[in-house]
């Protein structure tokens, strides 16, 4: 039987994806949150004294899935909310050190993840596969407009 190459790719491609996937399942299952909310502490963390309302708009969910997935930090002691000084409705979700220290540990597993895949490639390998990578979801991006 004979496959196209632009669909043997996007088999490999999908593989790939099923693969990392599974593999921060794992990792996310060990440390006790789910990935909904691995993916909030990061938001979180990576843009500071942000609001249940930007979450959900980065995220692309509904205002009340943001506001369980935050709650469900804030029951794990992982983020606090604070008074916004620009927004009297509005609360400002920050990290506290337990948040900190769990986004390091998923940062640290989410590197381990990258190494394992990169291993054998040289810098320039690993330059070319990002720059691919890029480029590959950029046409996608594009084509799903």
């Known amino acids: 039987m004979y496959f196209n190459q632009e669909f043997v790719v996007a088999r490999r491609v999908l593989e790939l994806a099923n693969t990392l996937i599974n593999n921060r399942n794992r ?6 949150i789910t990935t909904d909310q691995a993916d909030a502490l990061i938001y979180y963390h990576d843009f500071p004294d942000q609001t249940i ?7 692309h969910i509904r205002h009340q899935s943001a506001q369980v ?3 469900k930090l804030v029951d794990k002691g992982l983020v606090t909310l604070i008074k916004n000084p620009n927004d009297r409705r509005a609360k400002l979700v920050v990290l506290t050190d337990a948040g900190n220290m769990m986004r390091l540990h998923l940062k640290n597993n989410g590197s381990r993840t990258g190494e394992q895949l990169l291993n054998g490639f040289s810098d320039n390998e690993k330059q070319q596969f990002l720059t691919l990578l890029e480029k590959s979801i950029s046409n996608l991006n594009r084509g799903n407009k």
């Not at 990792?27 to 006790?32: F, G, K, N, V």
């Not at 930007?54 to 995220?59: A, E, I, R, S």
Request: hydrophobic share 30%; net charge neutral.
């Open 69 to 71: 997935i935050t709650q």
């Open 53 to 59: 309302s930007d979450l959900k708009n980065f995220q």
């Open 27 to 32: 990792h996310i299952r060990d440390l006790h």
